[in-house]
């Protein structure tokens, strides 16, 4: 793929200055902006939107990003915001629950995961990063152009709010998500798999006398997972590869009937489900980049690599690439040296992990949920998956895969 050519034909209002331009302002990009700004590096976040407040984002933090705020100084107060913990990751068949990752088994800090909304921990993290003066936020900047020079990115141009900006930049950093713009732009083209599924995600209320824990439900040709959001349950309908239209052609009276089977304690409020508006679409993807960076720039969490939803970990992954972008050109962006050989190195001590945890999720998909929204029978949970689940040095590898990755991130101490 060609990187796209814009012509420039718009007037530019002002032309701006800093060392690093990261381009998303999601987990990943707010994340490496805290940690920039920590060091004293000018740092400008760009964000596309006006506020952190979207539908159905990700919104579980792993013990792995607990355990980078603990070293960051901020999970305390992080913490204070409402939330819920979810210590194991288990679902319902039709012979009873099996366990698959169970975190306390972890000898961690903090062995579970924190679901938080995800507006809420933006907010929280980019309040921090205002702490420091080299920190800067714009909200409502569309990105449009890349700035070449030489073969060299030198920073990005934006529309705001009320106008066209430049802004230069030593690094520009692409944290722009699974549609990332910065990423078409620069003629990246992912290798791309299609995981047999998509996702339906809508609300039901959630009554007090409620269980706490999230919880998942297989049944025939469908898989349910239910996420308590205090007053309000998010809810996963997960259906075979592009046949949303199907569903909907069968008429949501059917959705409702399947929710409230496979669920009964829910019977009494699928009635709220009364137009498909209120039901969002999530395309499952999952992809990766054969190459994250070129000259002046560097692509990291979804821009780089699209997750699966399995295991949650999206935020997860992309926050550690913020974090090893940080440890890997902290110390050369203070003096306002972006080499591509660091650039690399980044990808480098990150692409193996992830490779390893999309294979996990790839095979989780074929071998699991690809089965249960093909059988027309009851599923149930295979005596062999059971025994291994409870042998003392398997047990654990789900847990500390889906929790940490192959191996955790630590944010690097300034010297």
Same mark, same amino acid.
């Given at each position: 793929?060609?990187?796209e050519t814009?012509s420039?034909?718009?007037e530019?209002k002002?032309?701006?200055?800093?060392?690093?331009?990261?381009?998303?302002?999601?987990?990943a990009?707010a994340?490496?902006?805290?940690?920039?700004?920590?060091?004293?590096?000018? $740092?400008?976040?760009?964000e596309?939107?006006?506020?952190?407040d979207?539908?159905?984002?990700?919104?579980?933090?792993?013990?792995s $990003?607990?355990?980078?705020?603990?070293?960051?100084? /901020?999970?305390?107060?992080?913490?204070?915001?409402?939330h819920?913990?979810m210590?194991? &990751?288990?679902?319902?068949?039709?012979?009873?629950?099996?366990? /698959?990752?169970?975190?306390?088994?972890?000898? $961690?800090?903090?062995?579970?995961?924190?679901?938080?909304?995800?507006?809420?921990?933006?907010?929280?993290?980019?309040e921090?990063?205002?702490? *420091?003066?080299?920190?800067?936020? /714009?909200?409502?900047?569309?990105?449009? =152009?890349?700035?070449?020079?030489?073969?060299?990115?030198?920073?990005? +141009?934006? +529309?705001?709010?009320?106008?066209?900006?430049?802004?230069?930049?030593?690094?520009?950093?692409?944290?722009?998500?699974?549609?990332?713009?910065? +990423?078409?732009?620069?003629?990246?083209?992912?290798?791309?798999?299609?995981?047999?599924?998509?996702?339906?995600?809508?609300?039901?209320?959630?009554?007090?006398?409620d269980?706490?824990?999230?919880?998942?439900?297989?049944?025939?040709?469908?898989?349910?997972?239910?996420?308590?959001?205090?007053?309000?349950?998010?809810?996963?309908?997960v &259906?075979?590869?592009?046949? *949303?239209?199907?569903?909907?052609?069968?008429?949501?009276?059917?959705?409702?009937?399947?929710?409230? =089977?496979?669920?009964?304690?829910?019977?009494?409020?699928?009635?709220?489900?009364?137009?498909?508006?209120q039901?969002?679409?999530?395309?499952?993807?999952?992809?990766?980049?054969?190459?994250?960076?070129?000259?002046g720039?560097l692509?990291?969490?979804?821009?780089?690599?699209?997750?699966?939803? /399995?295991?949650? $970990?999206?935020?997860?992954?992309?926050?550690?690439?913020?974090?090893?972008?940080?440890?890997?050109?902290?110390?050369k962006?203070?003096?306002g040296?972006?080499?591509?050989?660091?650039?690399?190195?980044?990808?480098?001590?990150r692409e193996?992990?992830?490779r390893?945890?999309?294979?996990?999720?790839?095979?989780?998909?074929?071998?699991?949920?690809?089965?249960?929204?093909?059988?027309?029978?009851?599923?149930?949970?295979?005596?062999?998956?059971?025994?291994?689940?409870?042998?003392?040095?398997?047990?654990?590898?789900?847990?500390?895969? &889906?929790?940490?990755?192959?191996?955790?991130?630590?944010?690097?101490?300034?010297?």
């Open positions: 793929m060609q990187p814009v420039r034909t718009h530019v002002r032309v701006e200055q800093t060392t690093c331009c990261i381009v998303g302002g999601g987990p990009g994340i490496l902006a805290l940690l920039l700004a920590r060091k004293g590096i000018p $740092v400008m976040l760009l596309a939107h006006m506020d952190f979207r539908e159905f984002r990700g919104d579980t933090i792993h013990p $990003v607990l355990n980078i705020l603990d070293e960051v100084g /901020v999970v305390d107060r992080l913490l204070q915001i409402r819920t913990k210590p194991k &990751i288990s679902f319902q068949a039709a012979d009873g629950e099996v366990t /698959v990752a169970d975190l306390t088994r972890l000898k $961690v800090k903090y062995p579970y995961i924190a679901v938080l909304p995800q507006a809420d921990f933006l907010r929280f993290i980019t921090e990063a205002k702490c *420091y003066p080299s920190f800067q936020l /714009v909200m409502g900047a569309q990105v449009d =152009e890349l700035i070449e020079e030489d073969g060299r990115v030198c920073g990005v +141009r934006y +529309r705001g709010t009320d106008g066209w900006y430049e802004v230069r930049a030593a690094l520009t950093v692409a944290a722009d998500g699974r549609f990332s713009r910065i +990423r078409k732009l620069a003629g990246f083209e992912p290798v791309t798999t299609s995981p047999p599924m998509d996702v339906l995600w809508f609300r039901l209320s959630r009554k007090p006398t269980a706490d824990e999230i919880f998942g439900r297989f049944g025939k040709q469908l898989f349910l997972v239910f996420i308590n959001r205090f007053d309000y349950w998010q809810v996963g309908y &259906i075979p590869k592009g046949q *949303y239209q199907q569903v909907r052609a069968t008429g949501l009276e059917h959705l409702r009937q399947r929710v409230a =089977e496979l669920a009964p304690q829910m019977a009494d409020r699928v009635q709220e489900l009364t137009e498909w508006k039901i969002s679409v999530l395309s499952v993807e999952s992809s990766r980049l054969p190459r994250w960076y070129r000259p720039l692509l990291i969490g979804d821009a780089a690599h699209v997750m699966s939803p /399995v295991g949650g $970990v999206g935020i997860n992954y992309a926050i550690q690439d913020a974090v090893v972008a940080a440890n890997v050109l902290g110390g962006l203070k003096y040296i972006a080499e591509t050989s660091d650039l690399a190195k980044v990808q480098r001590q193996l992990p992830t390893v945890i999309q294979t996990f999720q790839s095979a989780v998909q074929r071998n699991v949920l690809a089965n249960v929204l093909s059988s027309d029978r009851a599923i149930t949970i295979p005596p062999l998956l059971r025994f291994l689940l409870h042998v003392p040095m398997i047990r654990n590898f789900p847990a500390r895969l &889906i929790g940490f990755g192959l191996w955790p991130a630590h944010v690097k101490a300034d010297k």
